[in-house]
């Protein structure tokens, strides 16, 4: 059998002695296949000086073979490539190495500034993409020195951060970013503290000192990147937030945190999107829980959104306030965002103005639902609003409005949800369908050849399921109350029904328990926004309950609103609760 070696085309790879530890061309083996185009993307860091002048070059190395290091030469998409918070994209074609298990990526060293802190490197060929997350230096005076590092695809990551046994006791490396909100005077002076509670163990409060992005800290509307050595916590659970008030400017509002590890390929989101305020203890200290979705830290997993705002023709329809927008898809919900800076307009929100704003965050999936609100500063907070239009690369979405958000007028509301048109027409057939009239067919008993009779009975109730969830708290019994619920949709709101039975338990809200009563109700309350519980007293000294959470069940969804507190009955009073999450698909029946 006669086997033909490939000869070596010199206009593939190209040669350059200035490059470290070069070897010249090689030819091609029986197991390399013809060359192929490698789409290479290099995403530079956000932080402060991170892009470089030095000569970056990759090697790829594959499940046959590897090729030899290429010079990342010219970028397709910047004239000056490697610039801090900068994706640069390079097409080269060279051998194919089959499935691409690593590549290494470094440096000469060369240039006035050879420092670069590099994201990730992402790879594409023949249909199939790998994300290779790095975010470390590449630098011989900052971190460990290295100027050539080699990177595994995030699959094989997501893989090894399964088997935790593999980091136990490991020390892991933490990027840790901290956005300060973008309203006025939400900067602070003063000292901020975090400590970490993980699966496994939790750290001590750690000084955020030296911020990588900025040498102010926690300035209006900035994020400030902080890097951190600690043993490995698992899957993150909380982190306690500390404010040390000092300075001139104490106050601060955190708009949000997130936590990446690229050893681990793990990125965690934490929002707050509110004042630090003094507790009960008389110290600034919050909890901060992730959000319910395990991120990784590649872009891939992003999607950019572009918001349009359309405020109404009316007069004085125009707001000074701050307004706040949350999206809901079938995937998950994000977080807050301050609509803060329009593409278009100096002054936004003027009437009958379009305003647009760019966000990326996680793929959300179909977009179903957006919340928007406003915190009723400024001289001129009311404002009516037409609608929003939400659109990604491949879908746009319209949020029909038409209403005004204001204390003094209509209904006095600042804050709503609002569904989007065509996910409510599907909605509104769905509840038709699970609705619909009962057919009960009756025989006449005397004449067996009559036709049977066809009676439609026409349900006229809606039935909501609700689902208390009671703590584990030792100090604290069940209670024997007496308790009513009251529900708040966007079509209406419910009367107080009275929690009497309960279909899951002999007795109800003891401890450790769930809950489930049945509510019968005369109309459609639309979308779940909120609920109210009104407990009260009796004879009984069993007046404390830990709540953890109420569920609201319509249908095929599910509303949840968490509380997670003690409860006191000393003084009953109503409580509220503030939506968490829209719904969830395939809910739960009783």
Same mark, same amino acid.
């Given at each position: 059998?006669?086997?033909?070696?490939?000869?070596?085309?010199?206009?593939?790879?190209?040669?350059?002695?200035?490059?470290?530890?070069?070897?010249?061309?090689?030819?091609?083996?029986?197991?390399?296949?013809?060359?192929?185009?490698?789409?290479?993307?290099?995403?530079?860091?956000?932080?402060?000086?991170?892009?470089?002048?030095?000569?970056?070059?990759?090697?790829?190395?594959?499940?046959?073979?590897?090729?030899?290091?290429?010079?990342?030469?010219?970028?397709?998409?910047?004239?000056?490539?490697?610039?801090?918070?900068?994706?640069?994209?390079?097409?080269?074609?060279?051998?194919?190495?089959?499935?691409?298990? $690593?590549?290494?990526?470094?440096?000469?060293?060369? %240039?006035? +500034? =050879?420092? !670069? *802190? /590099?994201? #990730?490197? &992402?790879? @594409?060929?023949?249909?199939?993409?790998?994300?290779?997350?790095?975010?470390?230096?590449?630098?011989?005076?900052?971190?460990?020195?290295?100027?050539?590092?080699?990177?595994?695809?995030?699959?094989?990551?997501?893989?090894?951060?399964?088997?935790?046994?593999?980091?136990?006791?490991?020390?892991?490396?933490?990027?840790?970013?901290?956005?300060?909100?973008?309203?006025?005077?939400?900067?602070?002076?003063?000292?901020?503290?975090?400590?970490?509670?993980?699966?496994?163990?939790?750290?001590?409060?750690?000084?955020?000192?030296?911020?990588?992005?900025?040498?102010?800290?926690?300035?209006?509307?900035?994020?400030?990147?902080?890097?951190?050595?600690?043993?490995?916590?698992?899957?993150?659970? $909380?982190?306690?937030?500390?404010?040390?008030?000092? %300075?001139? +400017? =104490?106050? !601060? *509002? /955190?708009? #949000?945190? &997130?936590? @990446?590890?690229?050893?681990?390929?793990?990125?965690?989101?934490?929002?707050?999107?509110?004042?630090?305020?003094?507790?009960?203890?008389?110290?600034?200290?919050?909890?901060?829980?992730?959000?319910?979705?395990?991120?990784?830290?590649?872009?891939?997993?992003?999607?950019?959104?572009?918001?349009?705002?359309?405020?109404?023709?009316?007069?004085?329809?125009?707001?000074?306030?701050?307004?706040?927008?949350?999206?809901?898809?079938?995937?998950?919900?994000?977080?807050?965002?301050?609509?803060?800076?329009?593409?278009?307009?100096?002054?936004?929100?003027?009437?009958?103005?379009?305003?647009?704003?760019?966000?990326?965050?996680?793929?959300?999936?179909?977009?179903?639902?957006?919340?928007?609100?406003?915190?009723?500063?400024?001289?001129?907070?009311?404002?009516?609003?037409?609608?929003?239009?939400?659109?990604?690369?491949?879908?746009?979405?319209?949020?029909?409005?038409?209403?005004?958000?204001?204390?003094?007028?209509?209904?006095?509301?600042?804050?709503?949800?609002?569904?989007?048109?065509?996910?409510?027409?599907?909605?509104?057939?769905?509840?038709?369908?699970?609705?619909?009239?009962?057919?009960?067919?009756?025989?006449?008993?005397?004449?067996?050849?009559?036709?049977?009779?066809?009676?439609?009975?026409?349900?006229?109730?809606?039935?909501?399921?609700?689902?208390?969830?009671?703590?584990?708290?030792?100090?604290?019994?069940?209670?024997?109350?007496?308790?009513?619920?009251?529900?708040?949709?966007?079509?209406?709101?419910?009367?107080?029904?009275?929690?009497?039975?309960?279909?899951?338990?002999?007795?109800?809200?003891?401890?450790?328990?769930?809950?489930?009563?049945?509510?019968?109700?005369?109309?459609?309350?639309?979308?779940?926004?909120?609920?109210?519980?009104?407990?009260?007293?009796?004879?009984?000294?069993?007046?404390?309950?830990?709540?953890?959470?109420?569920?609201?069940?319509?249908?095929?969804?599910?509303?949840?609103?968490?509380?997670?507190?003690?409860?006191?009955?000393?003084?009953?009073?109503?409580?509220?609760?503030?939506?968490?999450?829209?719904?969830?698909?395939?809910?739960?029946?009783?």
């Amino acid at each position: 059998m006669c086997v033909k070696q490939f000869e070596y085309d010199k206009k593939i790879i190209s040669y350059d002695p200035d490059l470290p530890d070069f070897e010249r061309p090689r030819k091609k083996t029986f197991y390399e296949d013809d060359d192929t185009l490698y789409k290479i993307t290099a995403i530079t860091s956000e932080l402060k000086d991170a892009g470089t002048e030095a000569d970056v070059y990759i090697k790829i190395v594959g499940k046959h073979t590897e090729t030899e290091k290429i010079p990342l030469e010219k970028s397709t998409t910047n004239r000056i490539k490697f610039k801090s918070d900068q994706s640069d994209v390079f097409k080269v074609t060279d051998i194919d190495v089959g499935k691409i298990k $690593k590549v290494i990526i470094g440096h000469n060293n060369r %240039g006035k +500034n =050879p420092s !670069w *802190h /590099l994201k #990730e490197i &992402i790879i @594409e060929k023949n249909n199939e993409k790998y994300v290779f997350p790095c975010g470390k230096w590449l630098d011989k005076k900052l971190g460990d020195g290295l100027i050539e590092r080699e990177l595994i695809p995030l699959e094989n990551i997501i893989e090894r951060s399964d088997k935790v046994h593999n980091f136990i006791g490991m020390t892991v490396n933490y990027s840790i970013s901290v956005k300060t909100s973008d309203i006025l005077g939400a900067g602070t002076d003063s000292d901020i503290f975090l400590k970490i509670y993980g699966q496994y163990r939790k750290s001590d409060f750690i000084e955020l000192k030296k911020s990588l992005t900025h040498k102010n800290k926690f300035e209006q509307g900035n994020t400030d990147v902080f890097e951190i050595k600690e043993e490995f916590f698992g899957e993150l659970v $909380k982190i306690k937030v500390k404010q040390n008030v000092k %300075g001139l +400017n =104490p106050d !601060w *509002h /955190l708009n #949000e945190l &997130i936590v @990446e590890s690229s050893d681990l390929g793990r990125k965690w989101i934490f929002p707050f999107n509110n004042w630090l305020e003094k507790n009960e203890n008389g110290s600034y200290l919050i909890e901060l829980f992730p959000l319910n979705n395990k991120d990784t830290v590649s872009s891939s997993n992003t999607k950019e959104y572009k918001i349009e705002v359309y405020t109404g023709d009316l007069p004085k329809c125009g707001t000074d306030s701050n307004v706040f927008i949350t999206l809901f898809g079938e995937e998950q919900e994000s977080s807050e965002f301050h609509l803060n800076k329009s593409e278009n307009h100096f002054n936004k929100f003027e009437r009958d103005n379009i305003d647009r704003f760019i966000f990326e965050t996680n793929d959300l999936g179909r977009l179903i639902g957006i919340r928007v609100r406003h915190d009723n500063s400024g001289f001129y907070p009311s404002w009516f609003l037409n609608q929003v239009t939400i659109s990604d690369k491949s879908d746009k979405y319209e949020f029909i409005c038409n209403k005004w958000f204001s204390t003094k007028r209509d209904d006095c509301k600042i804050d709503r949800i609002i569904k989007e048109k065509n996910y409510e027409k599907n909605l509104q057939t769905l509840q038709k369908d699970q609705r619909k009239k009962k057919r009960i067919i009756k025989k006449p008993k005397d004449d067996k050849n009559k036709k049977e009779k066809t009676i439609e009975l026409c349900n006229d109730f809606k039935y909501y399921y609700v689902k208390i969830f009671t703590g584990r708290n030792q100090n604290l019994a069940g209670t024997d109350l007496k308790a009513e619920i009251k529900i708040f949709g966007d079509n209406l709101v419910s009367k107080a029904f009275k929690l009497n039975e309960t279909k899951s338990h002999e007795l109800k809200f003891e401890r450790n328990q769930i809950d489930v009563f049945e509510i019968k109700s005369e109309d459609d309350l639309g979308v779940i926004y909120a609920v109210e519980l009104n407990l009260m007293d009796c004879l009984s000294k069993a007046n404390d309950l830990d709540l953890e959470k109420i569920e609201i069940i319509d249908n095929n969804f599910t509303y949840k609103f968490d509380y997670n507190q003690a409860i006191s009955i000393k003084n009953p009073e109503k409580v509220k609760y503030v939506k968490k999450i829209l719904l969830e698909n395939n809910a739960q029946f009783f």
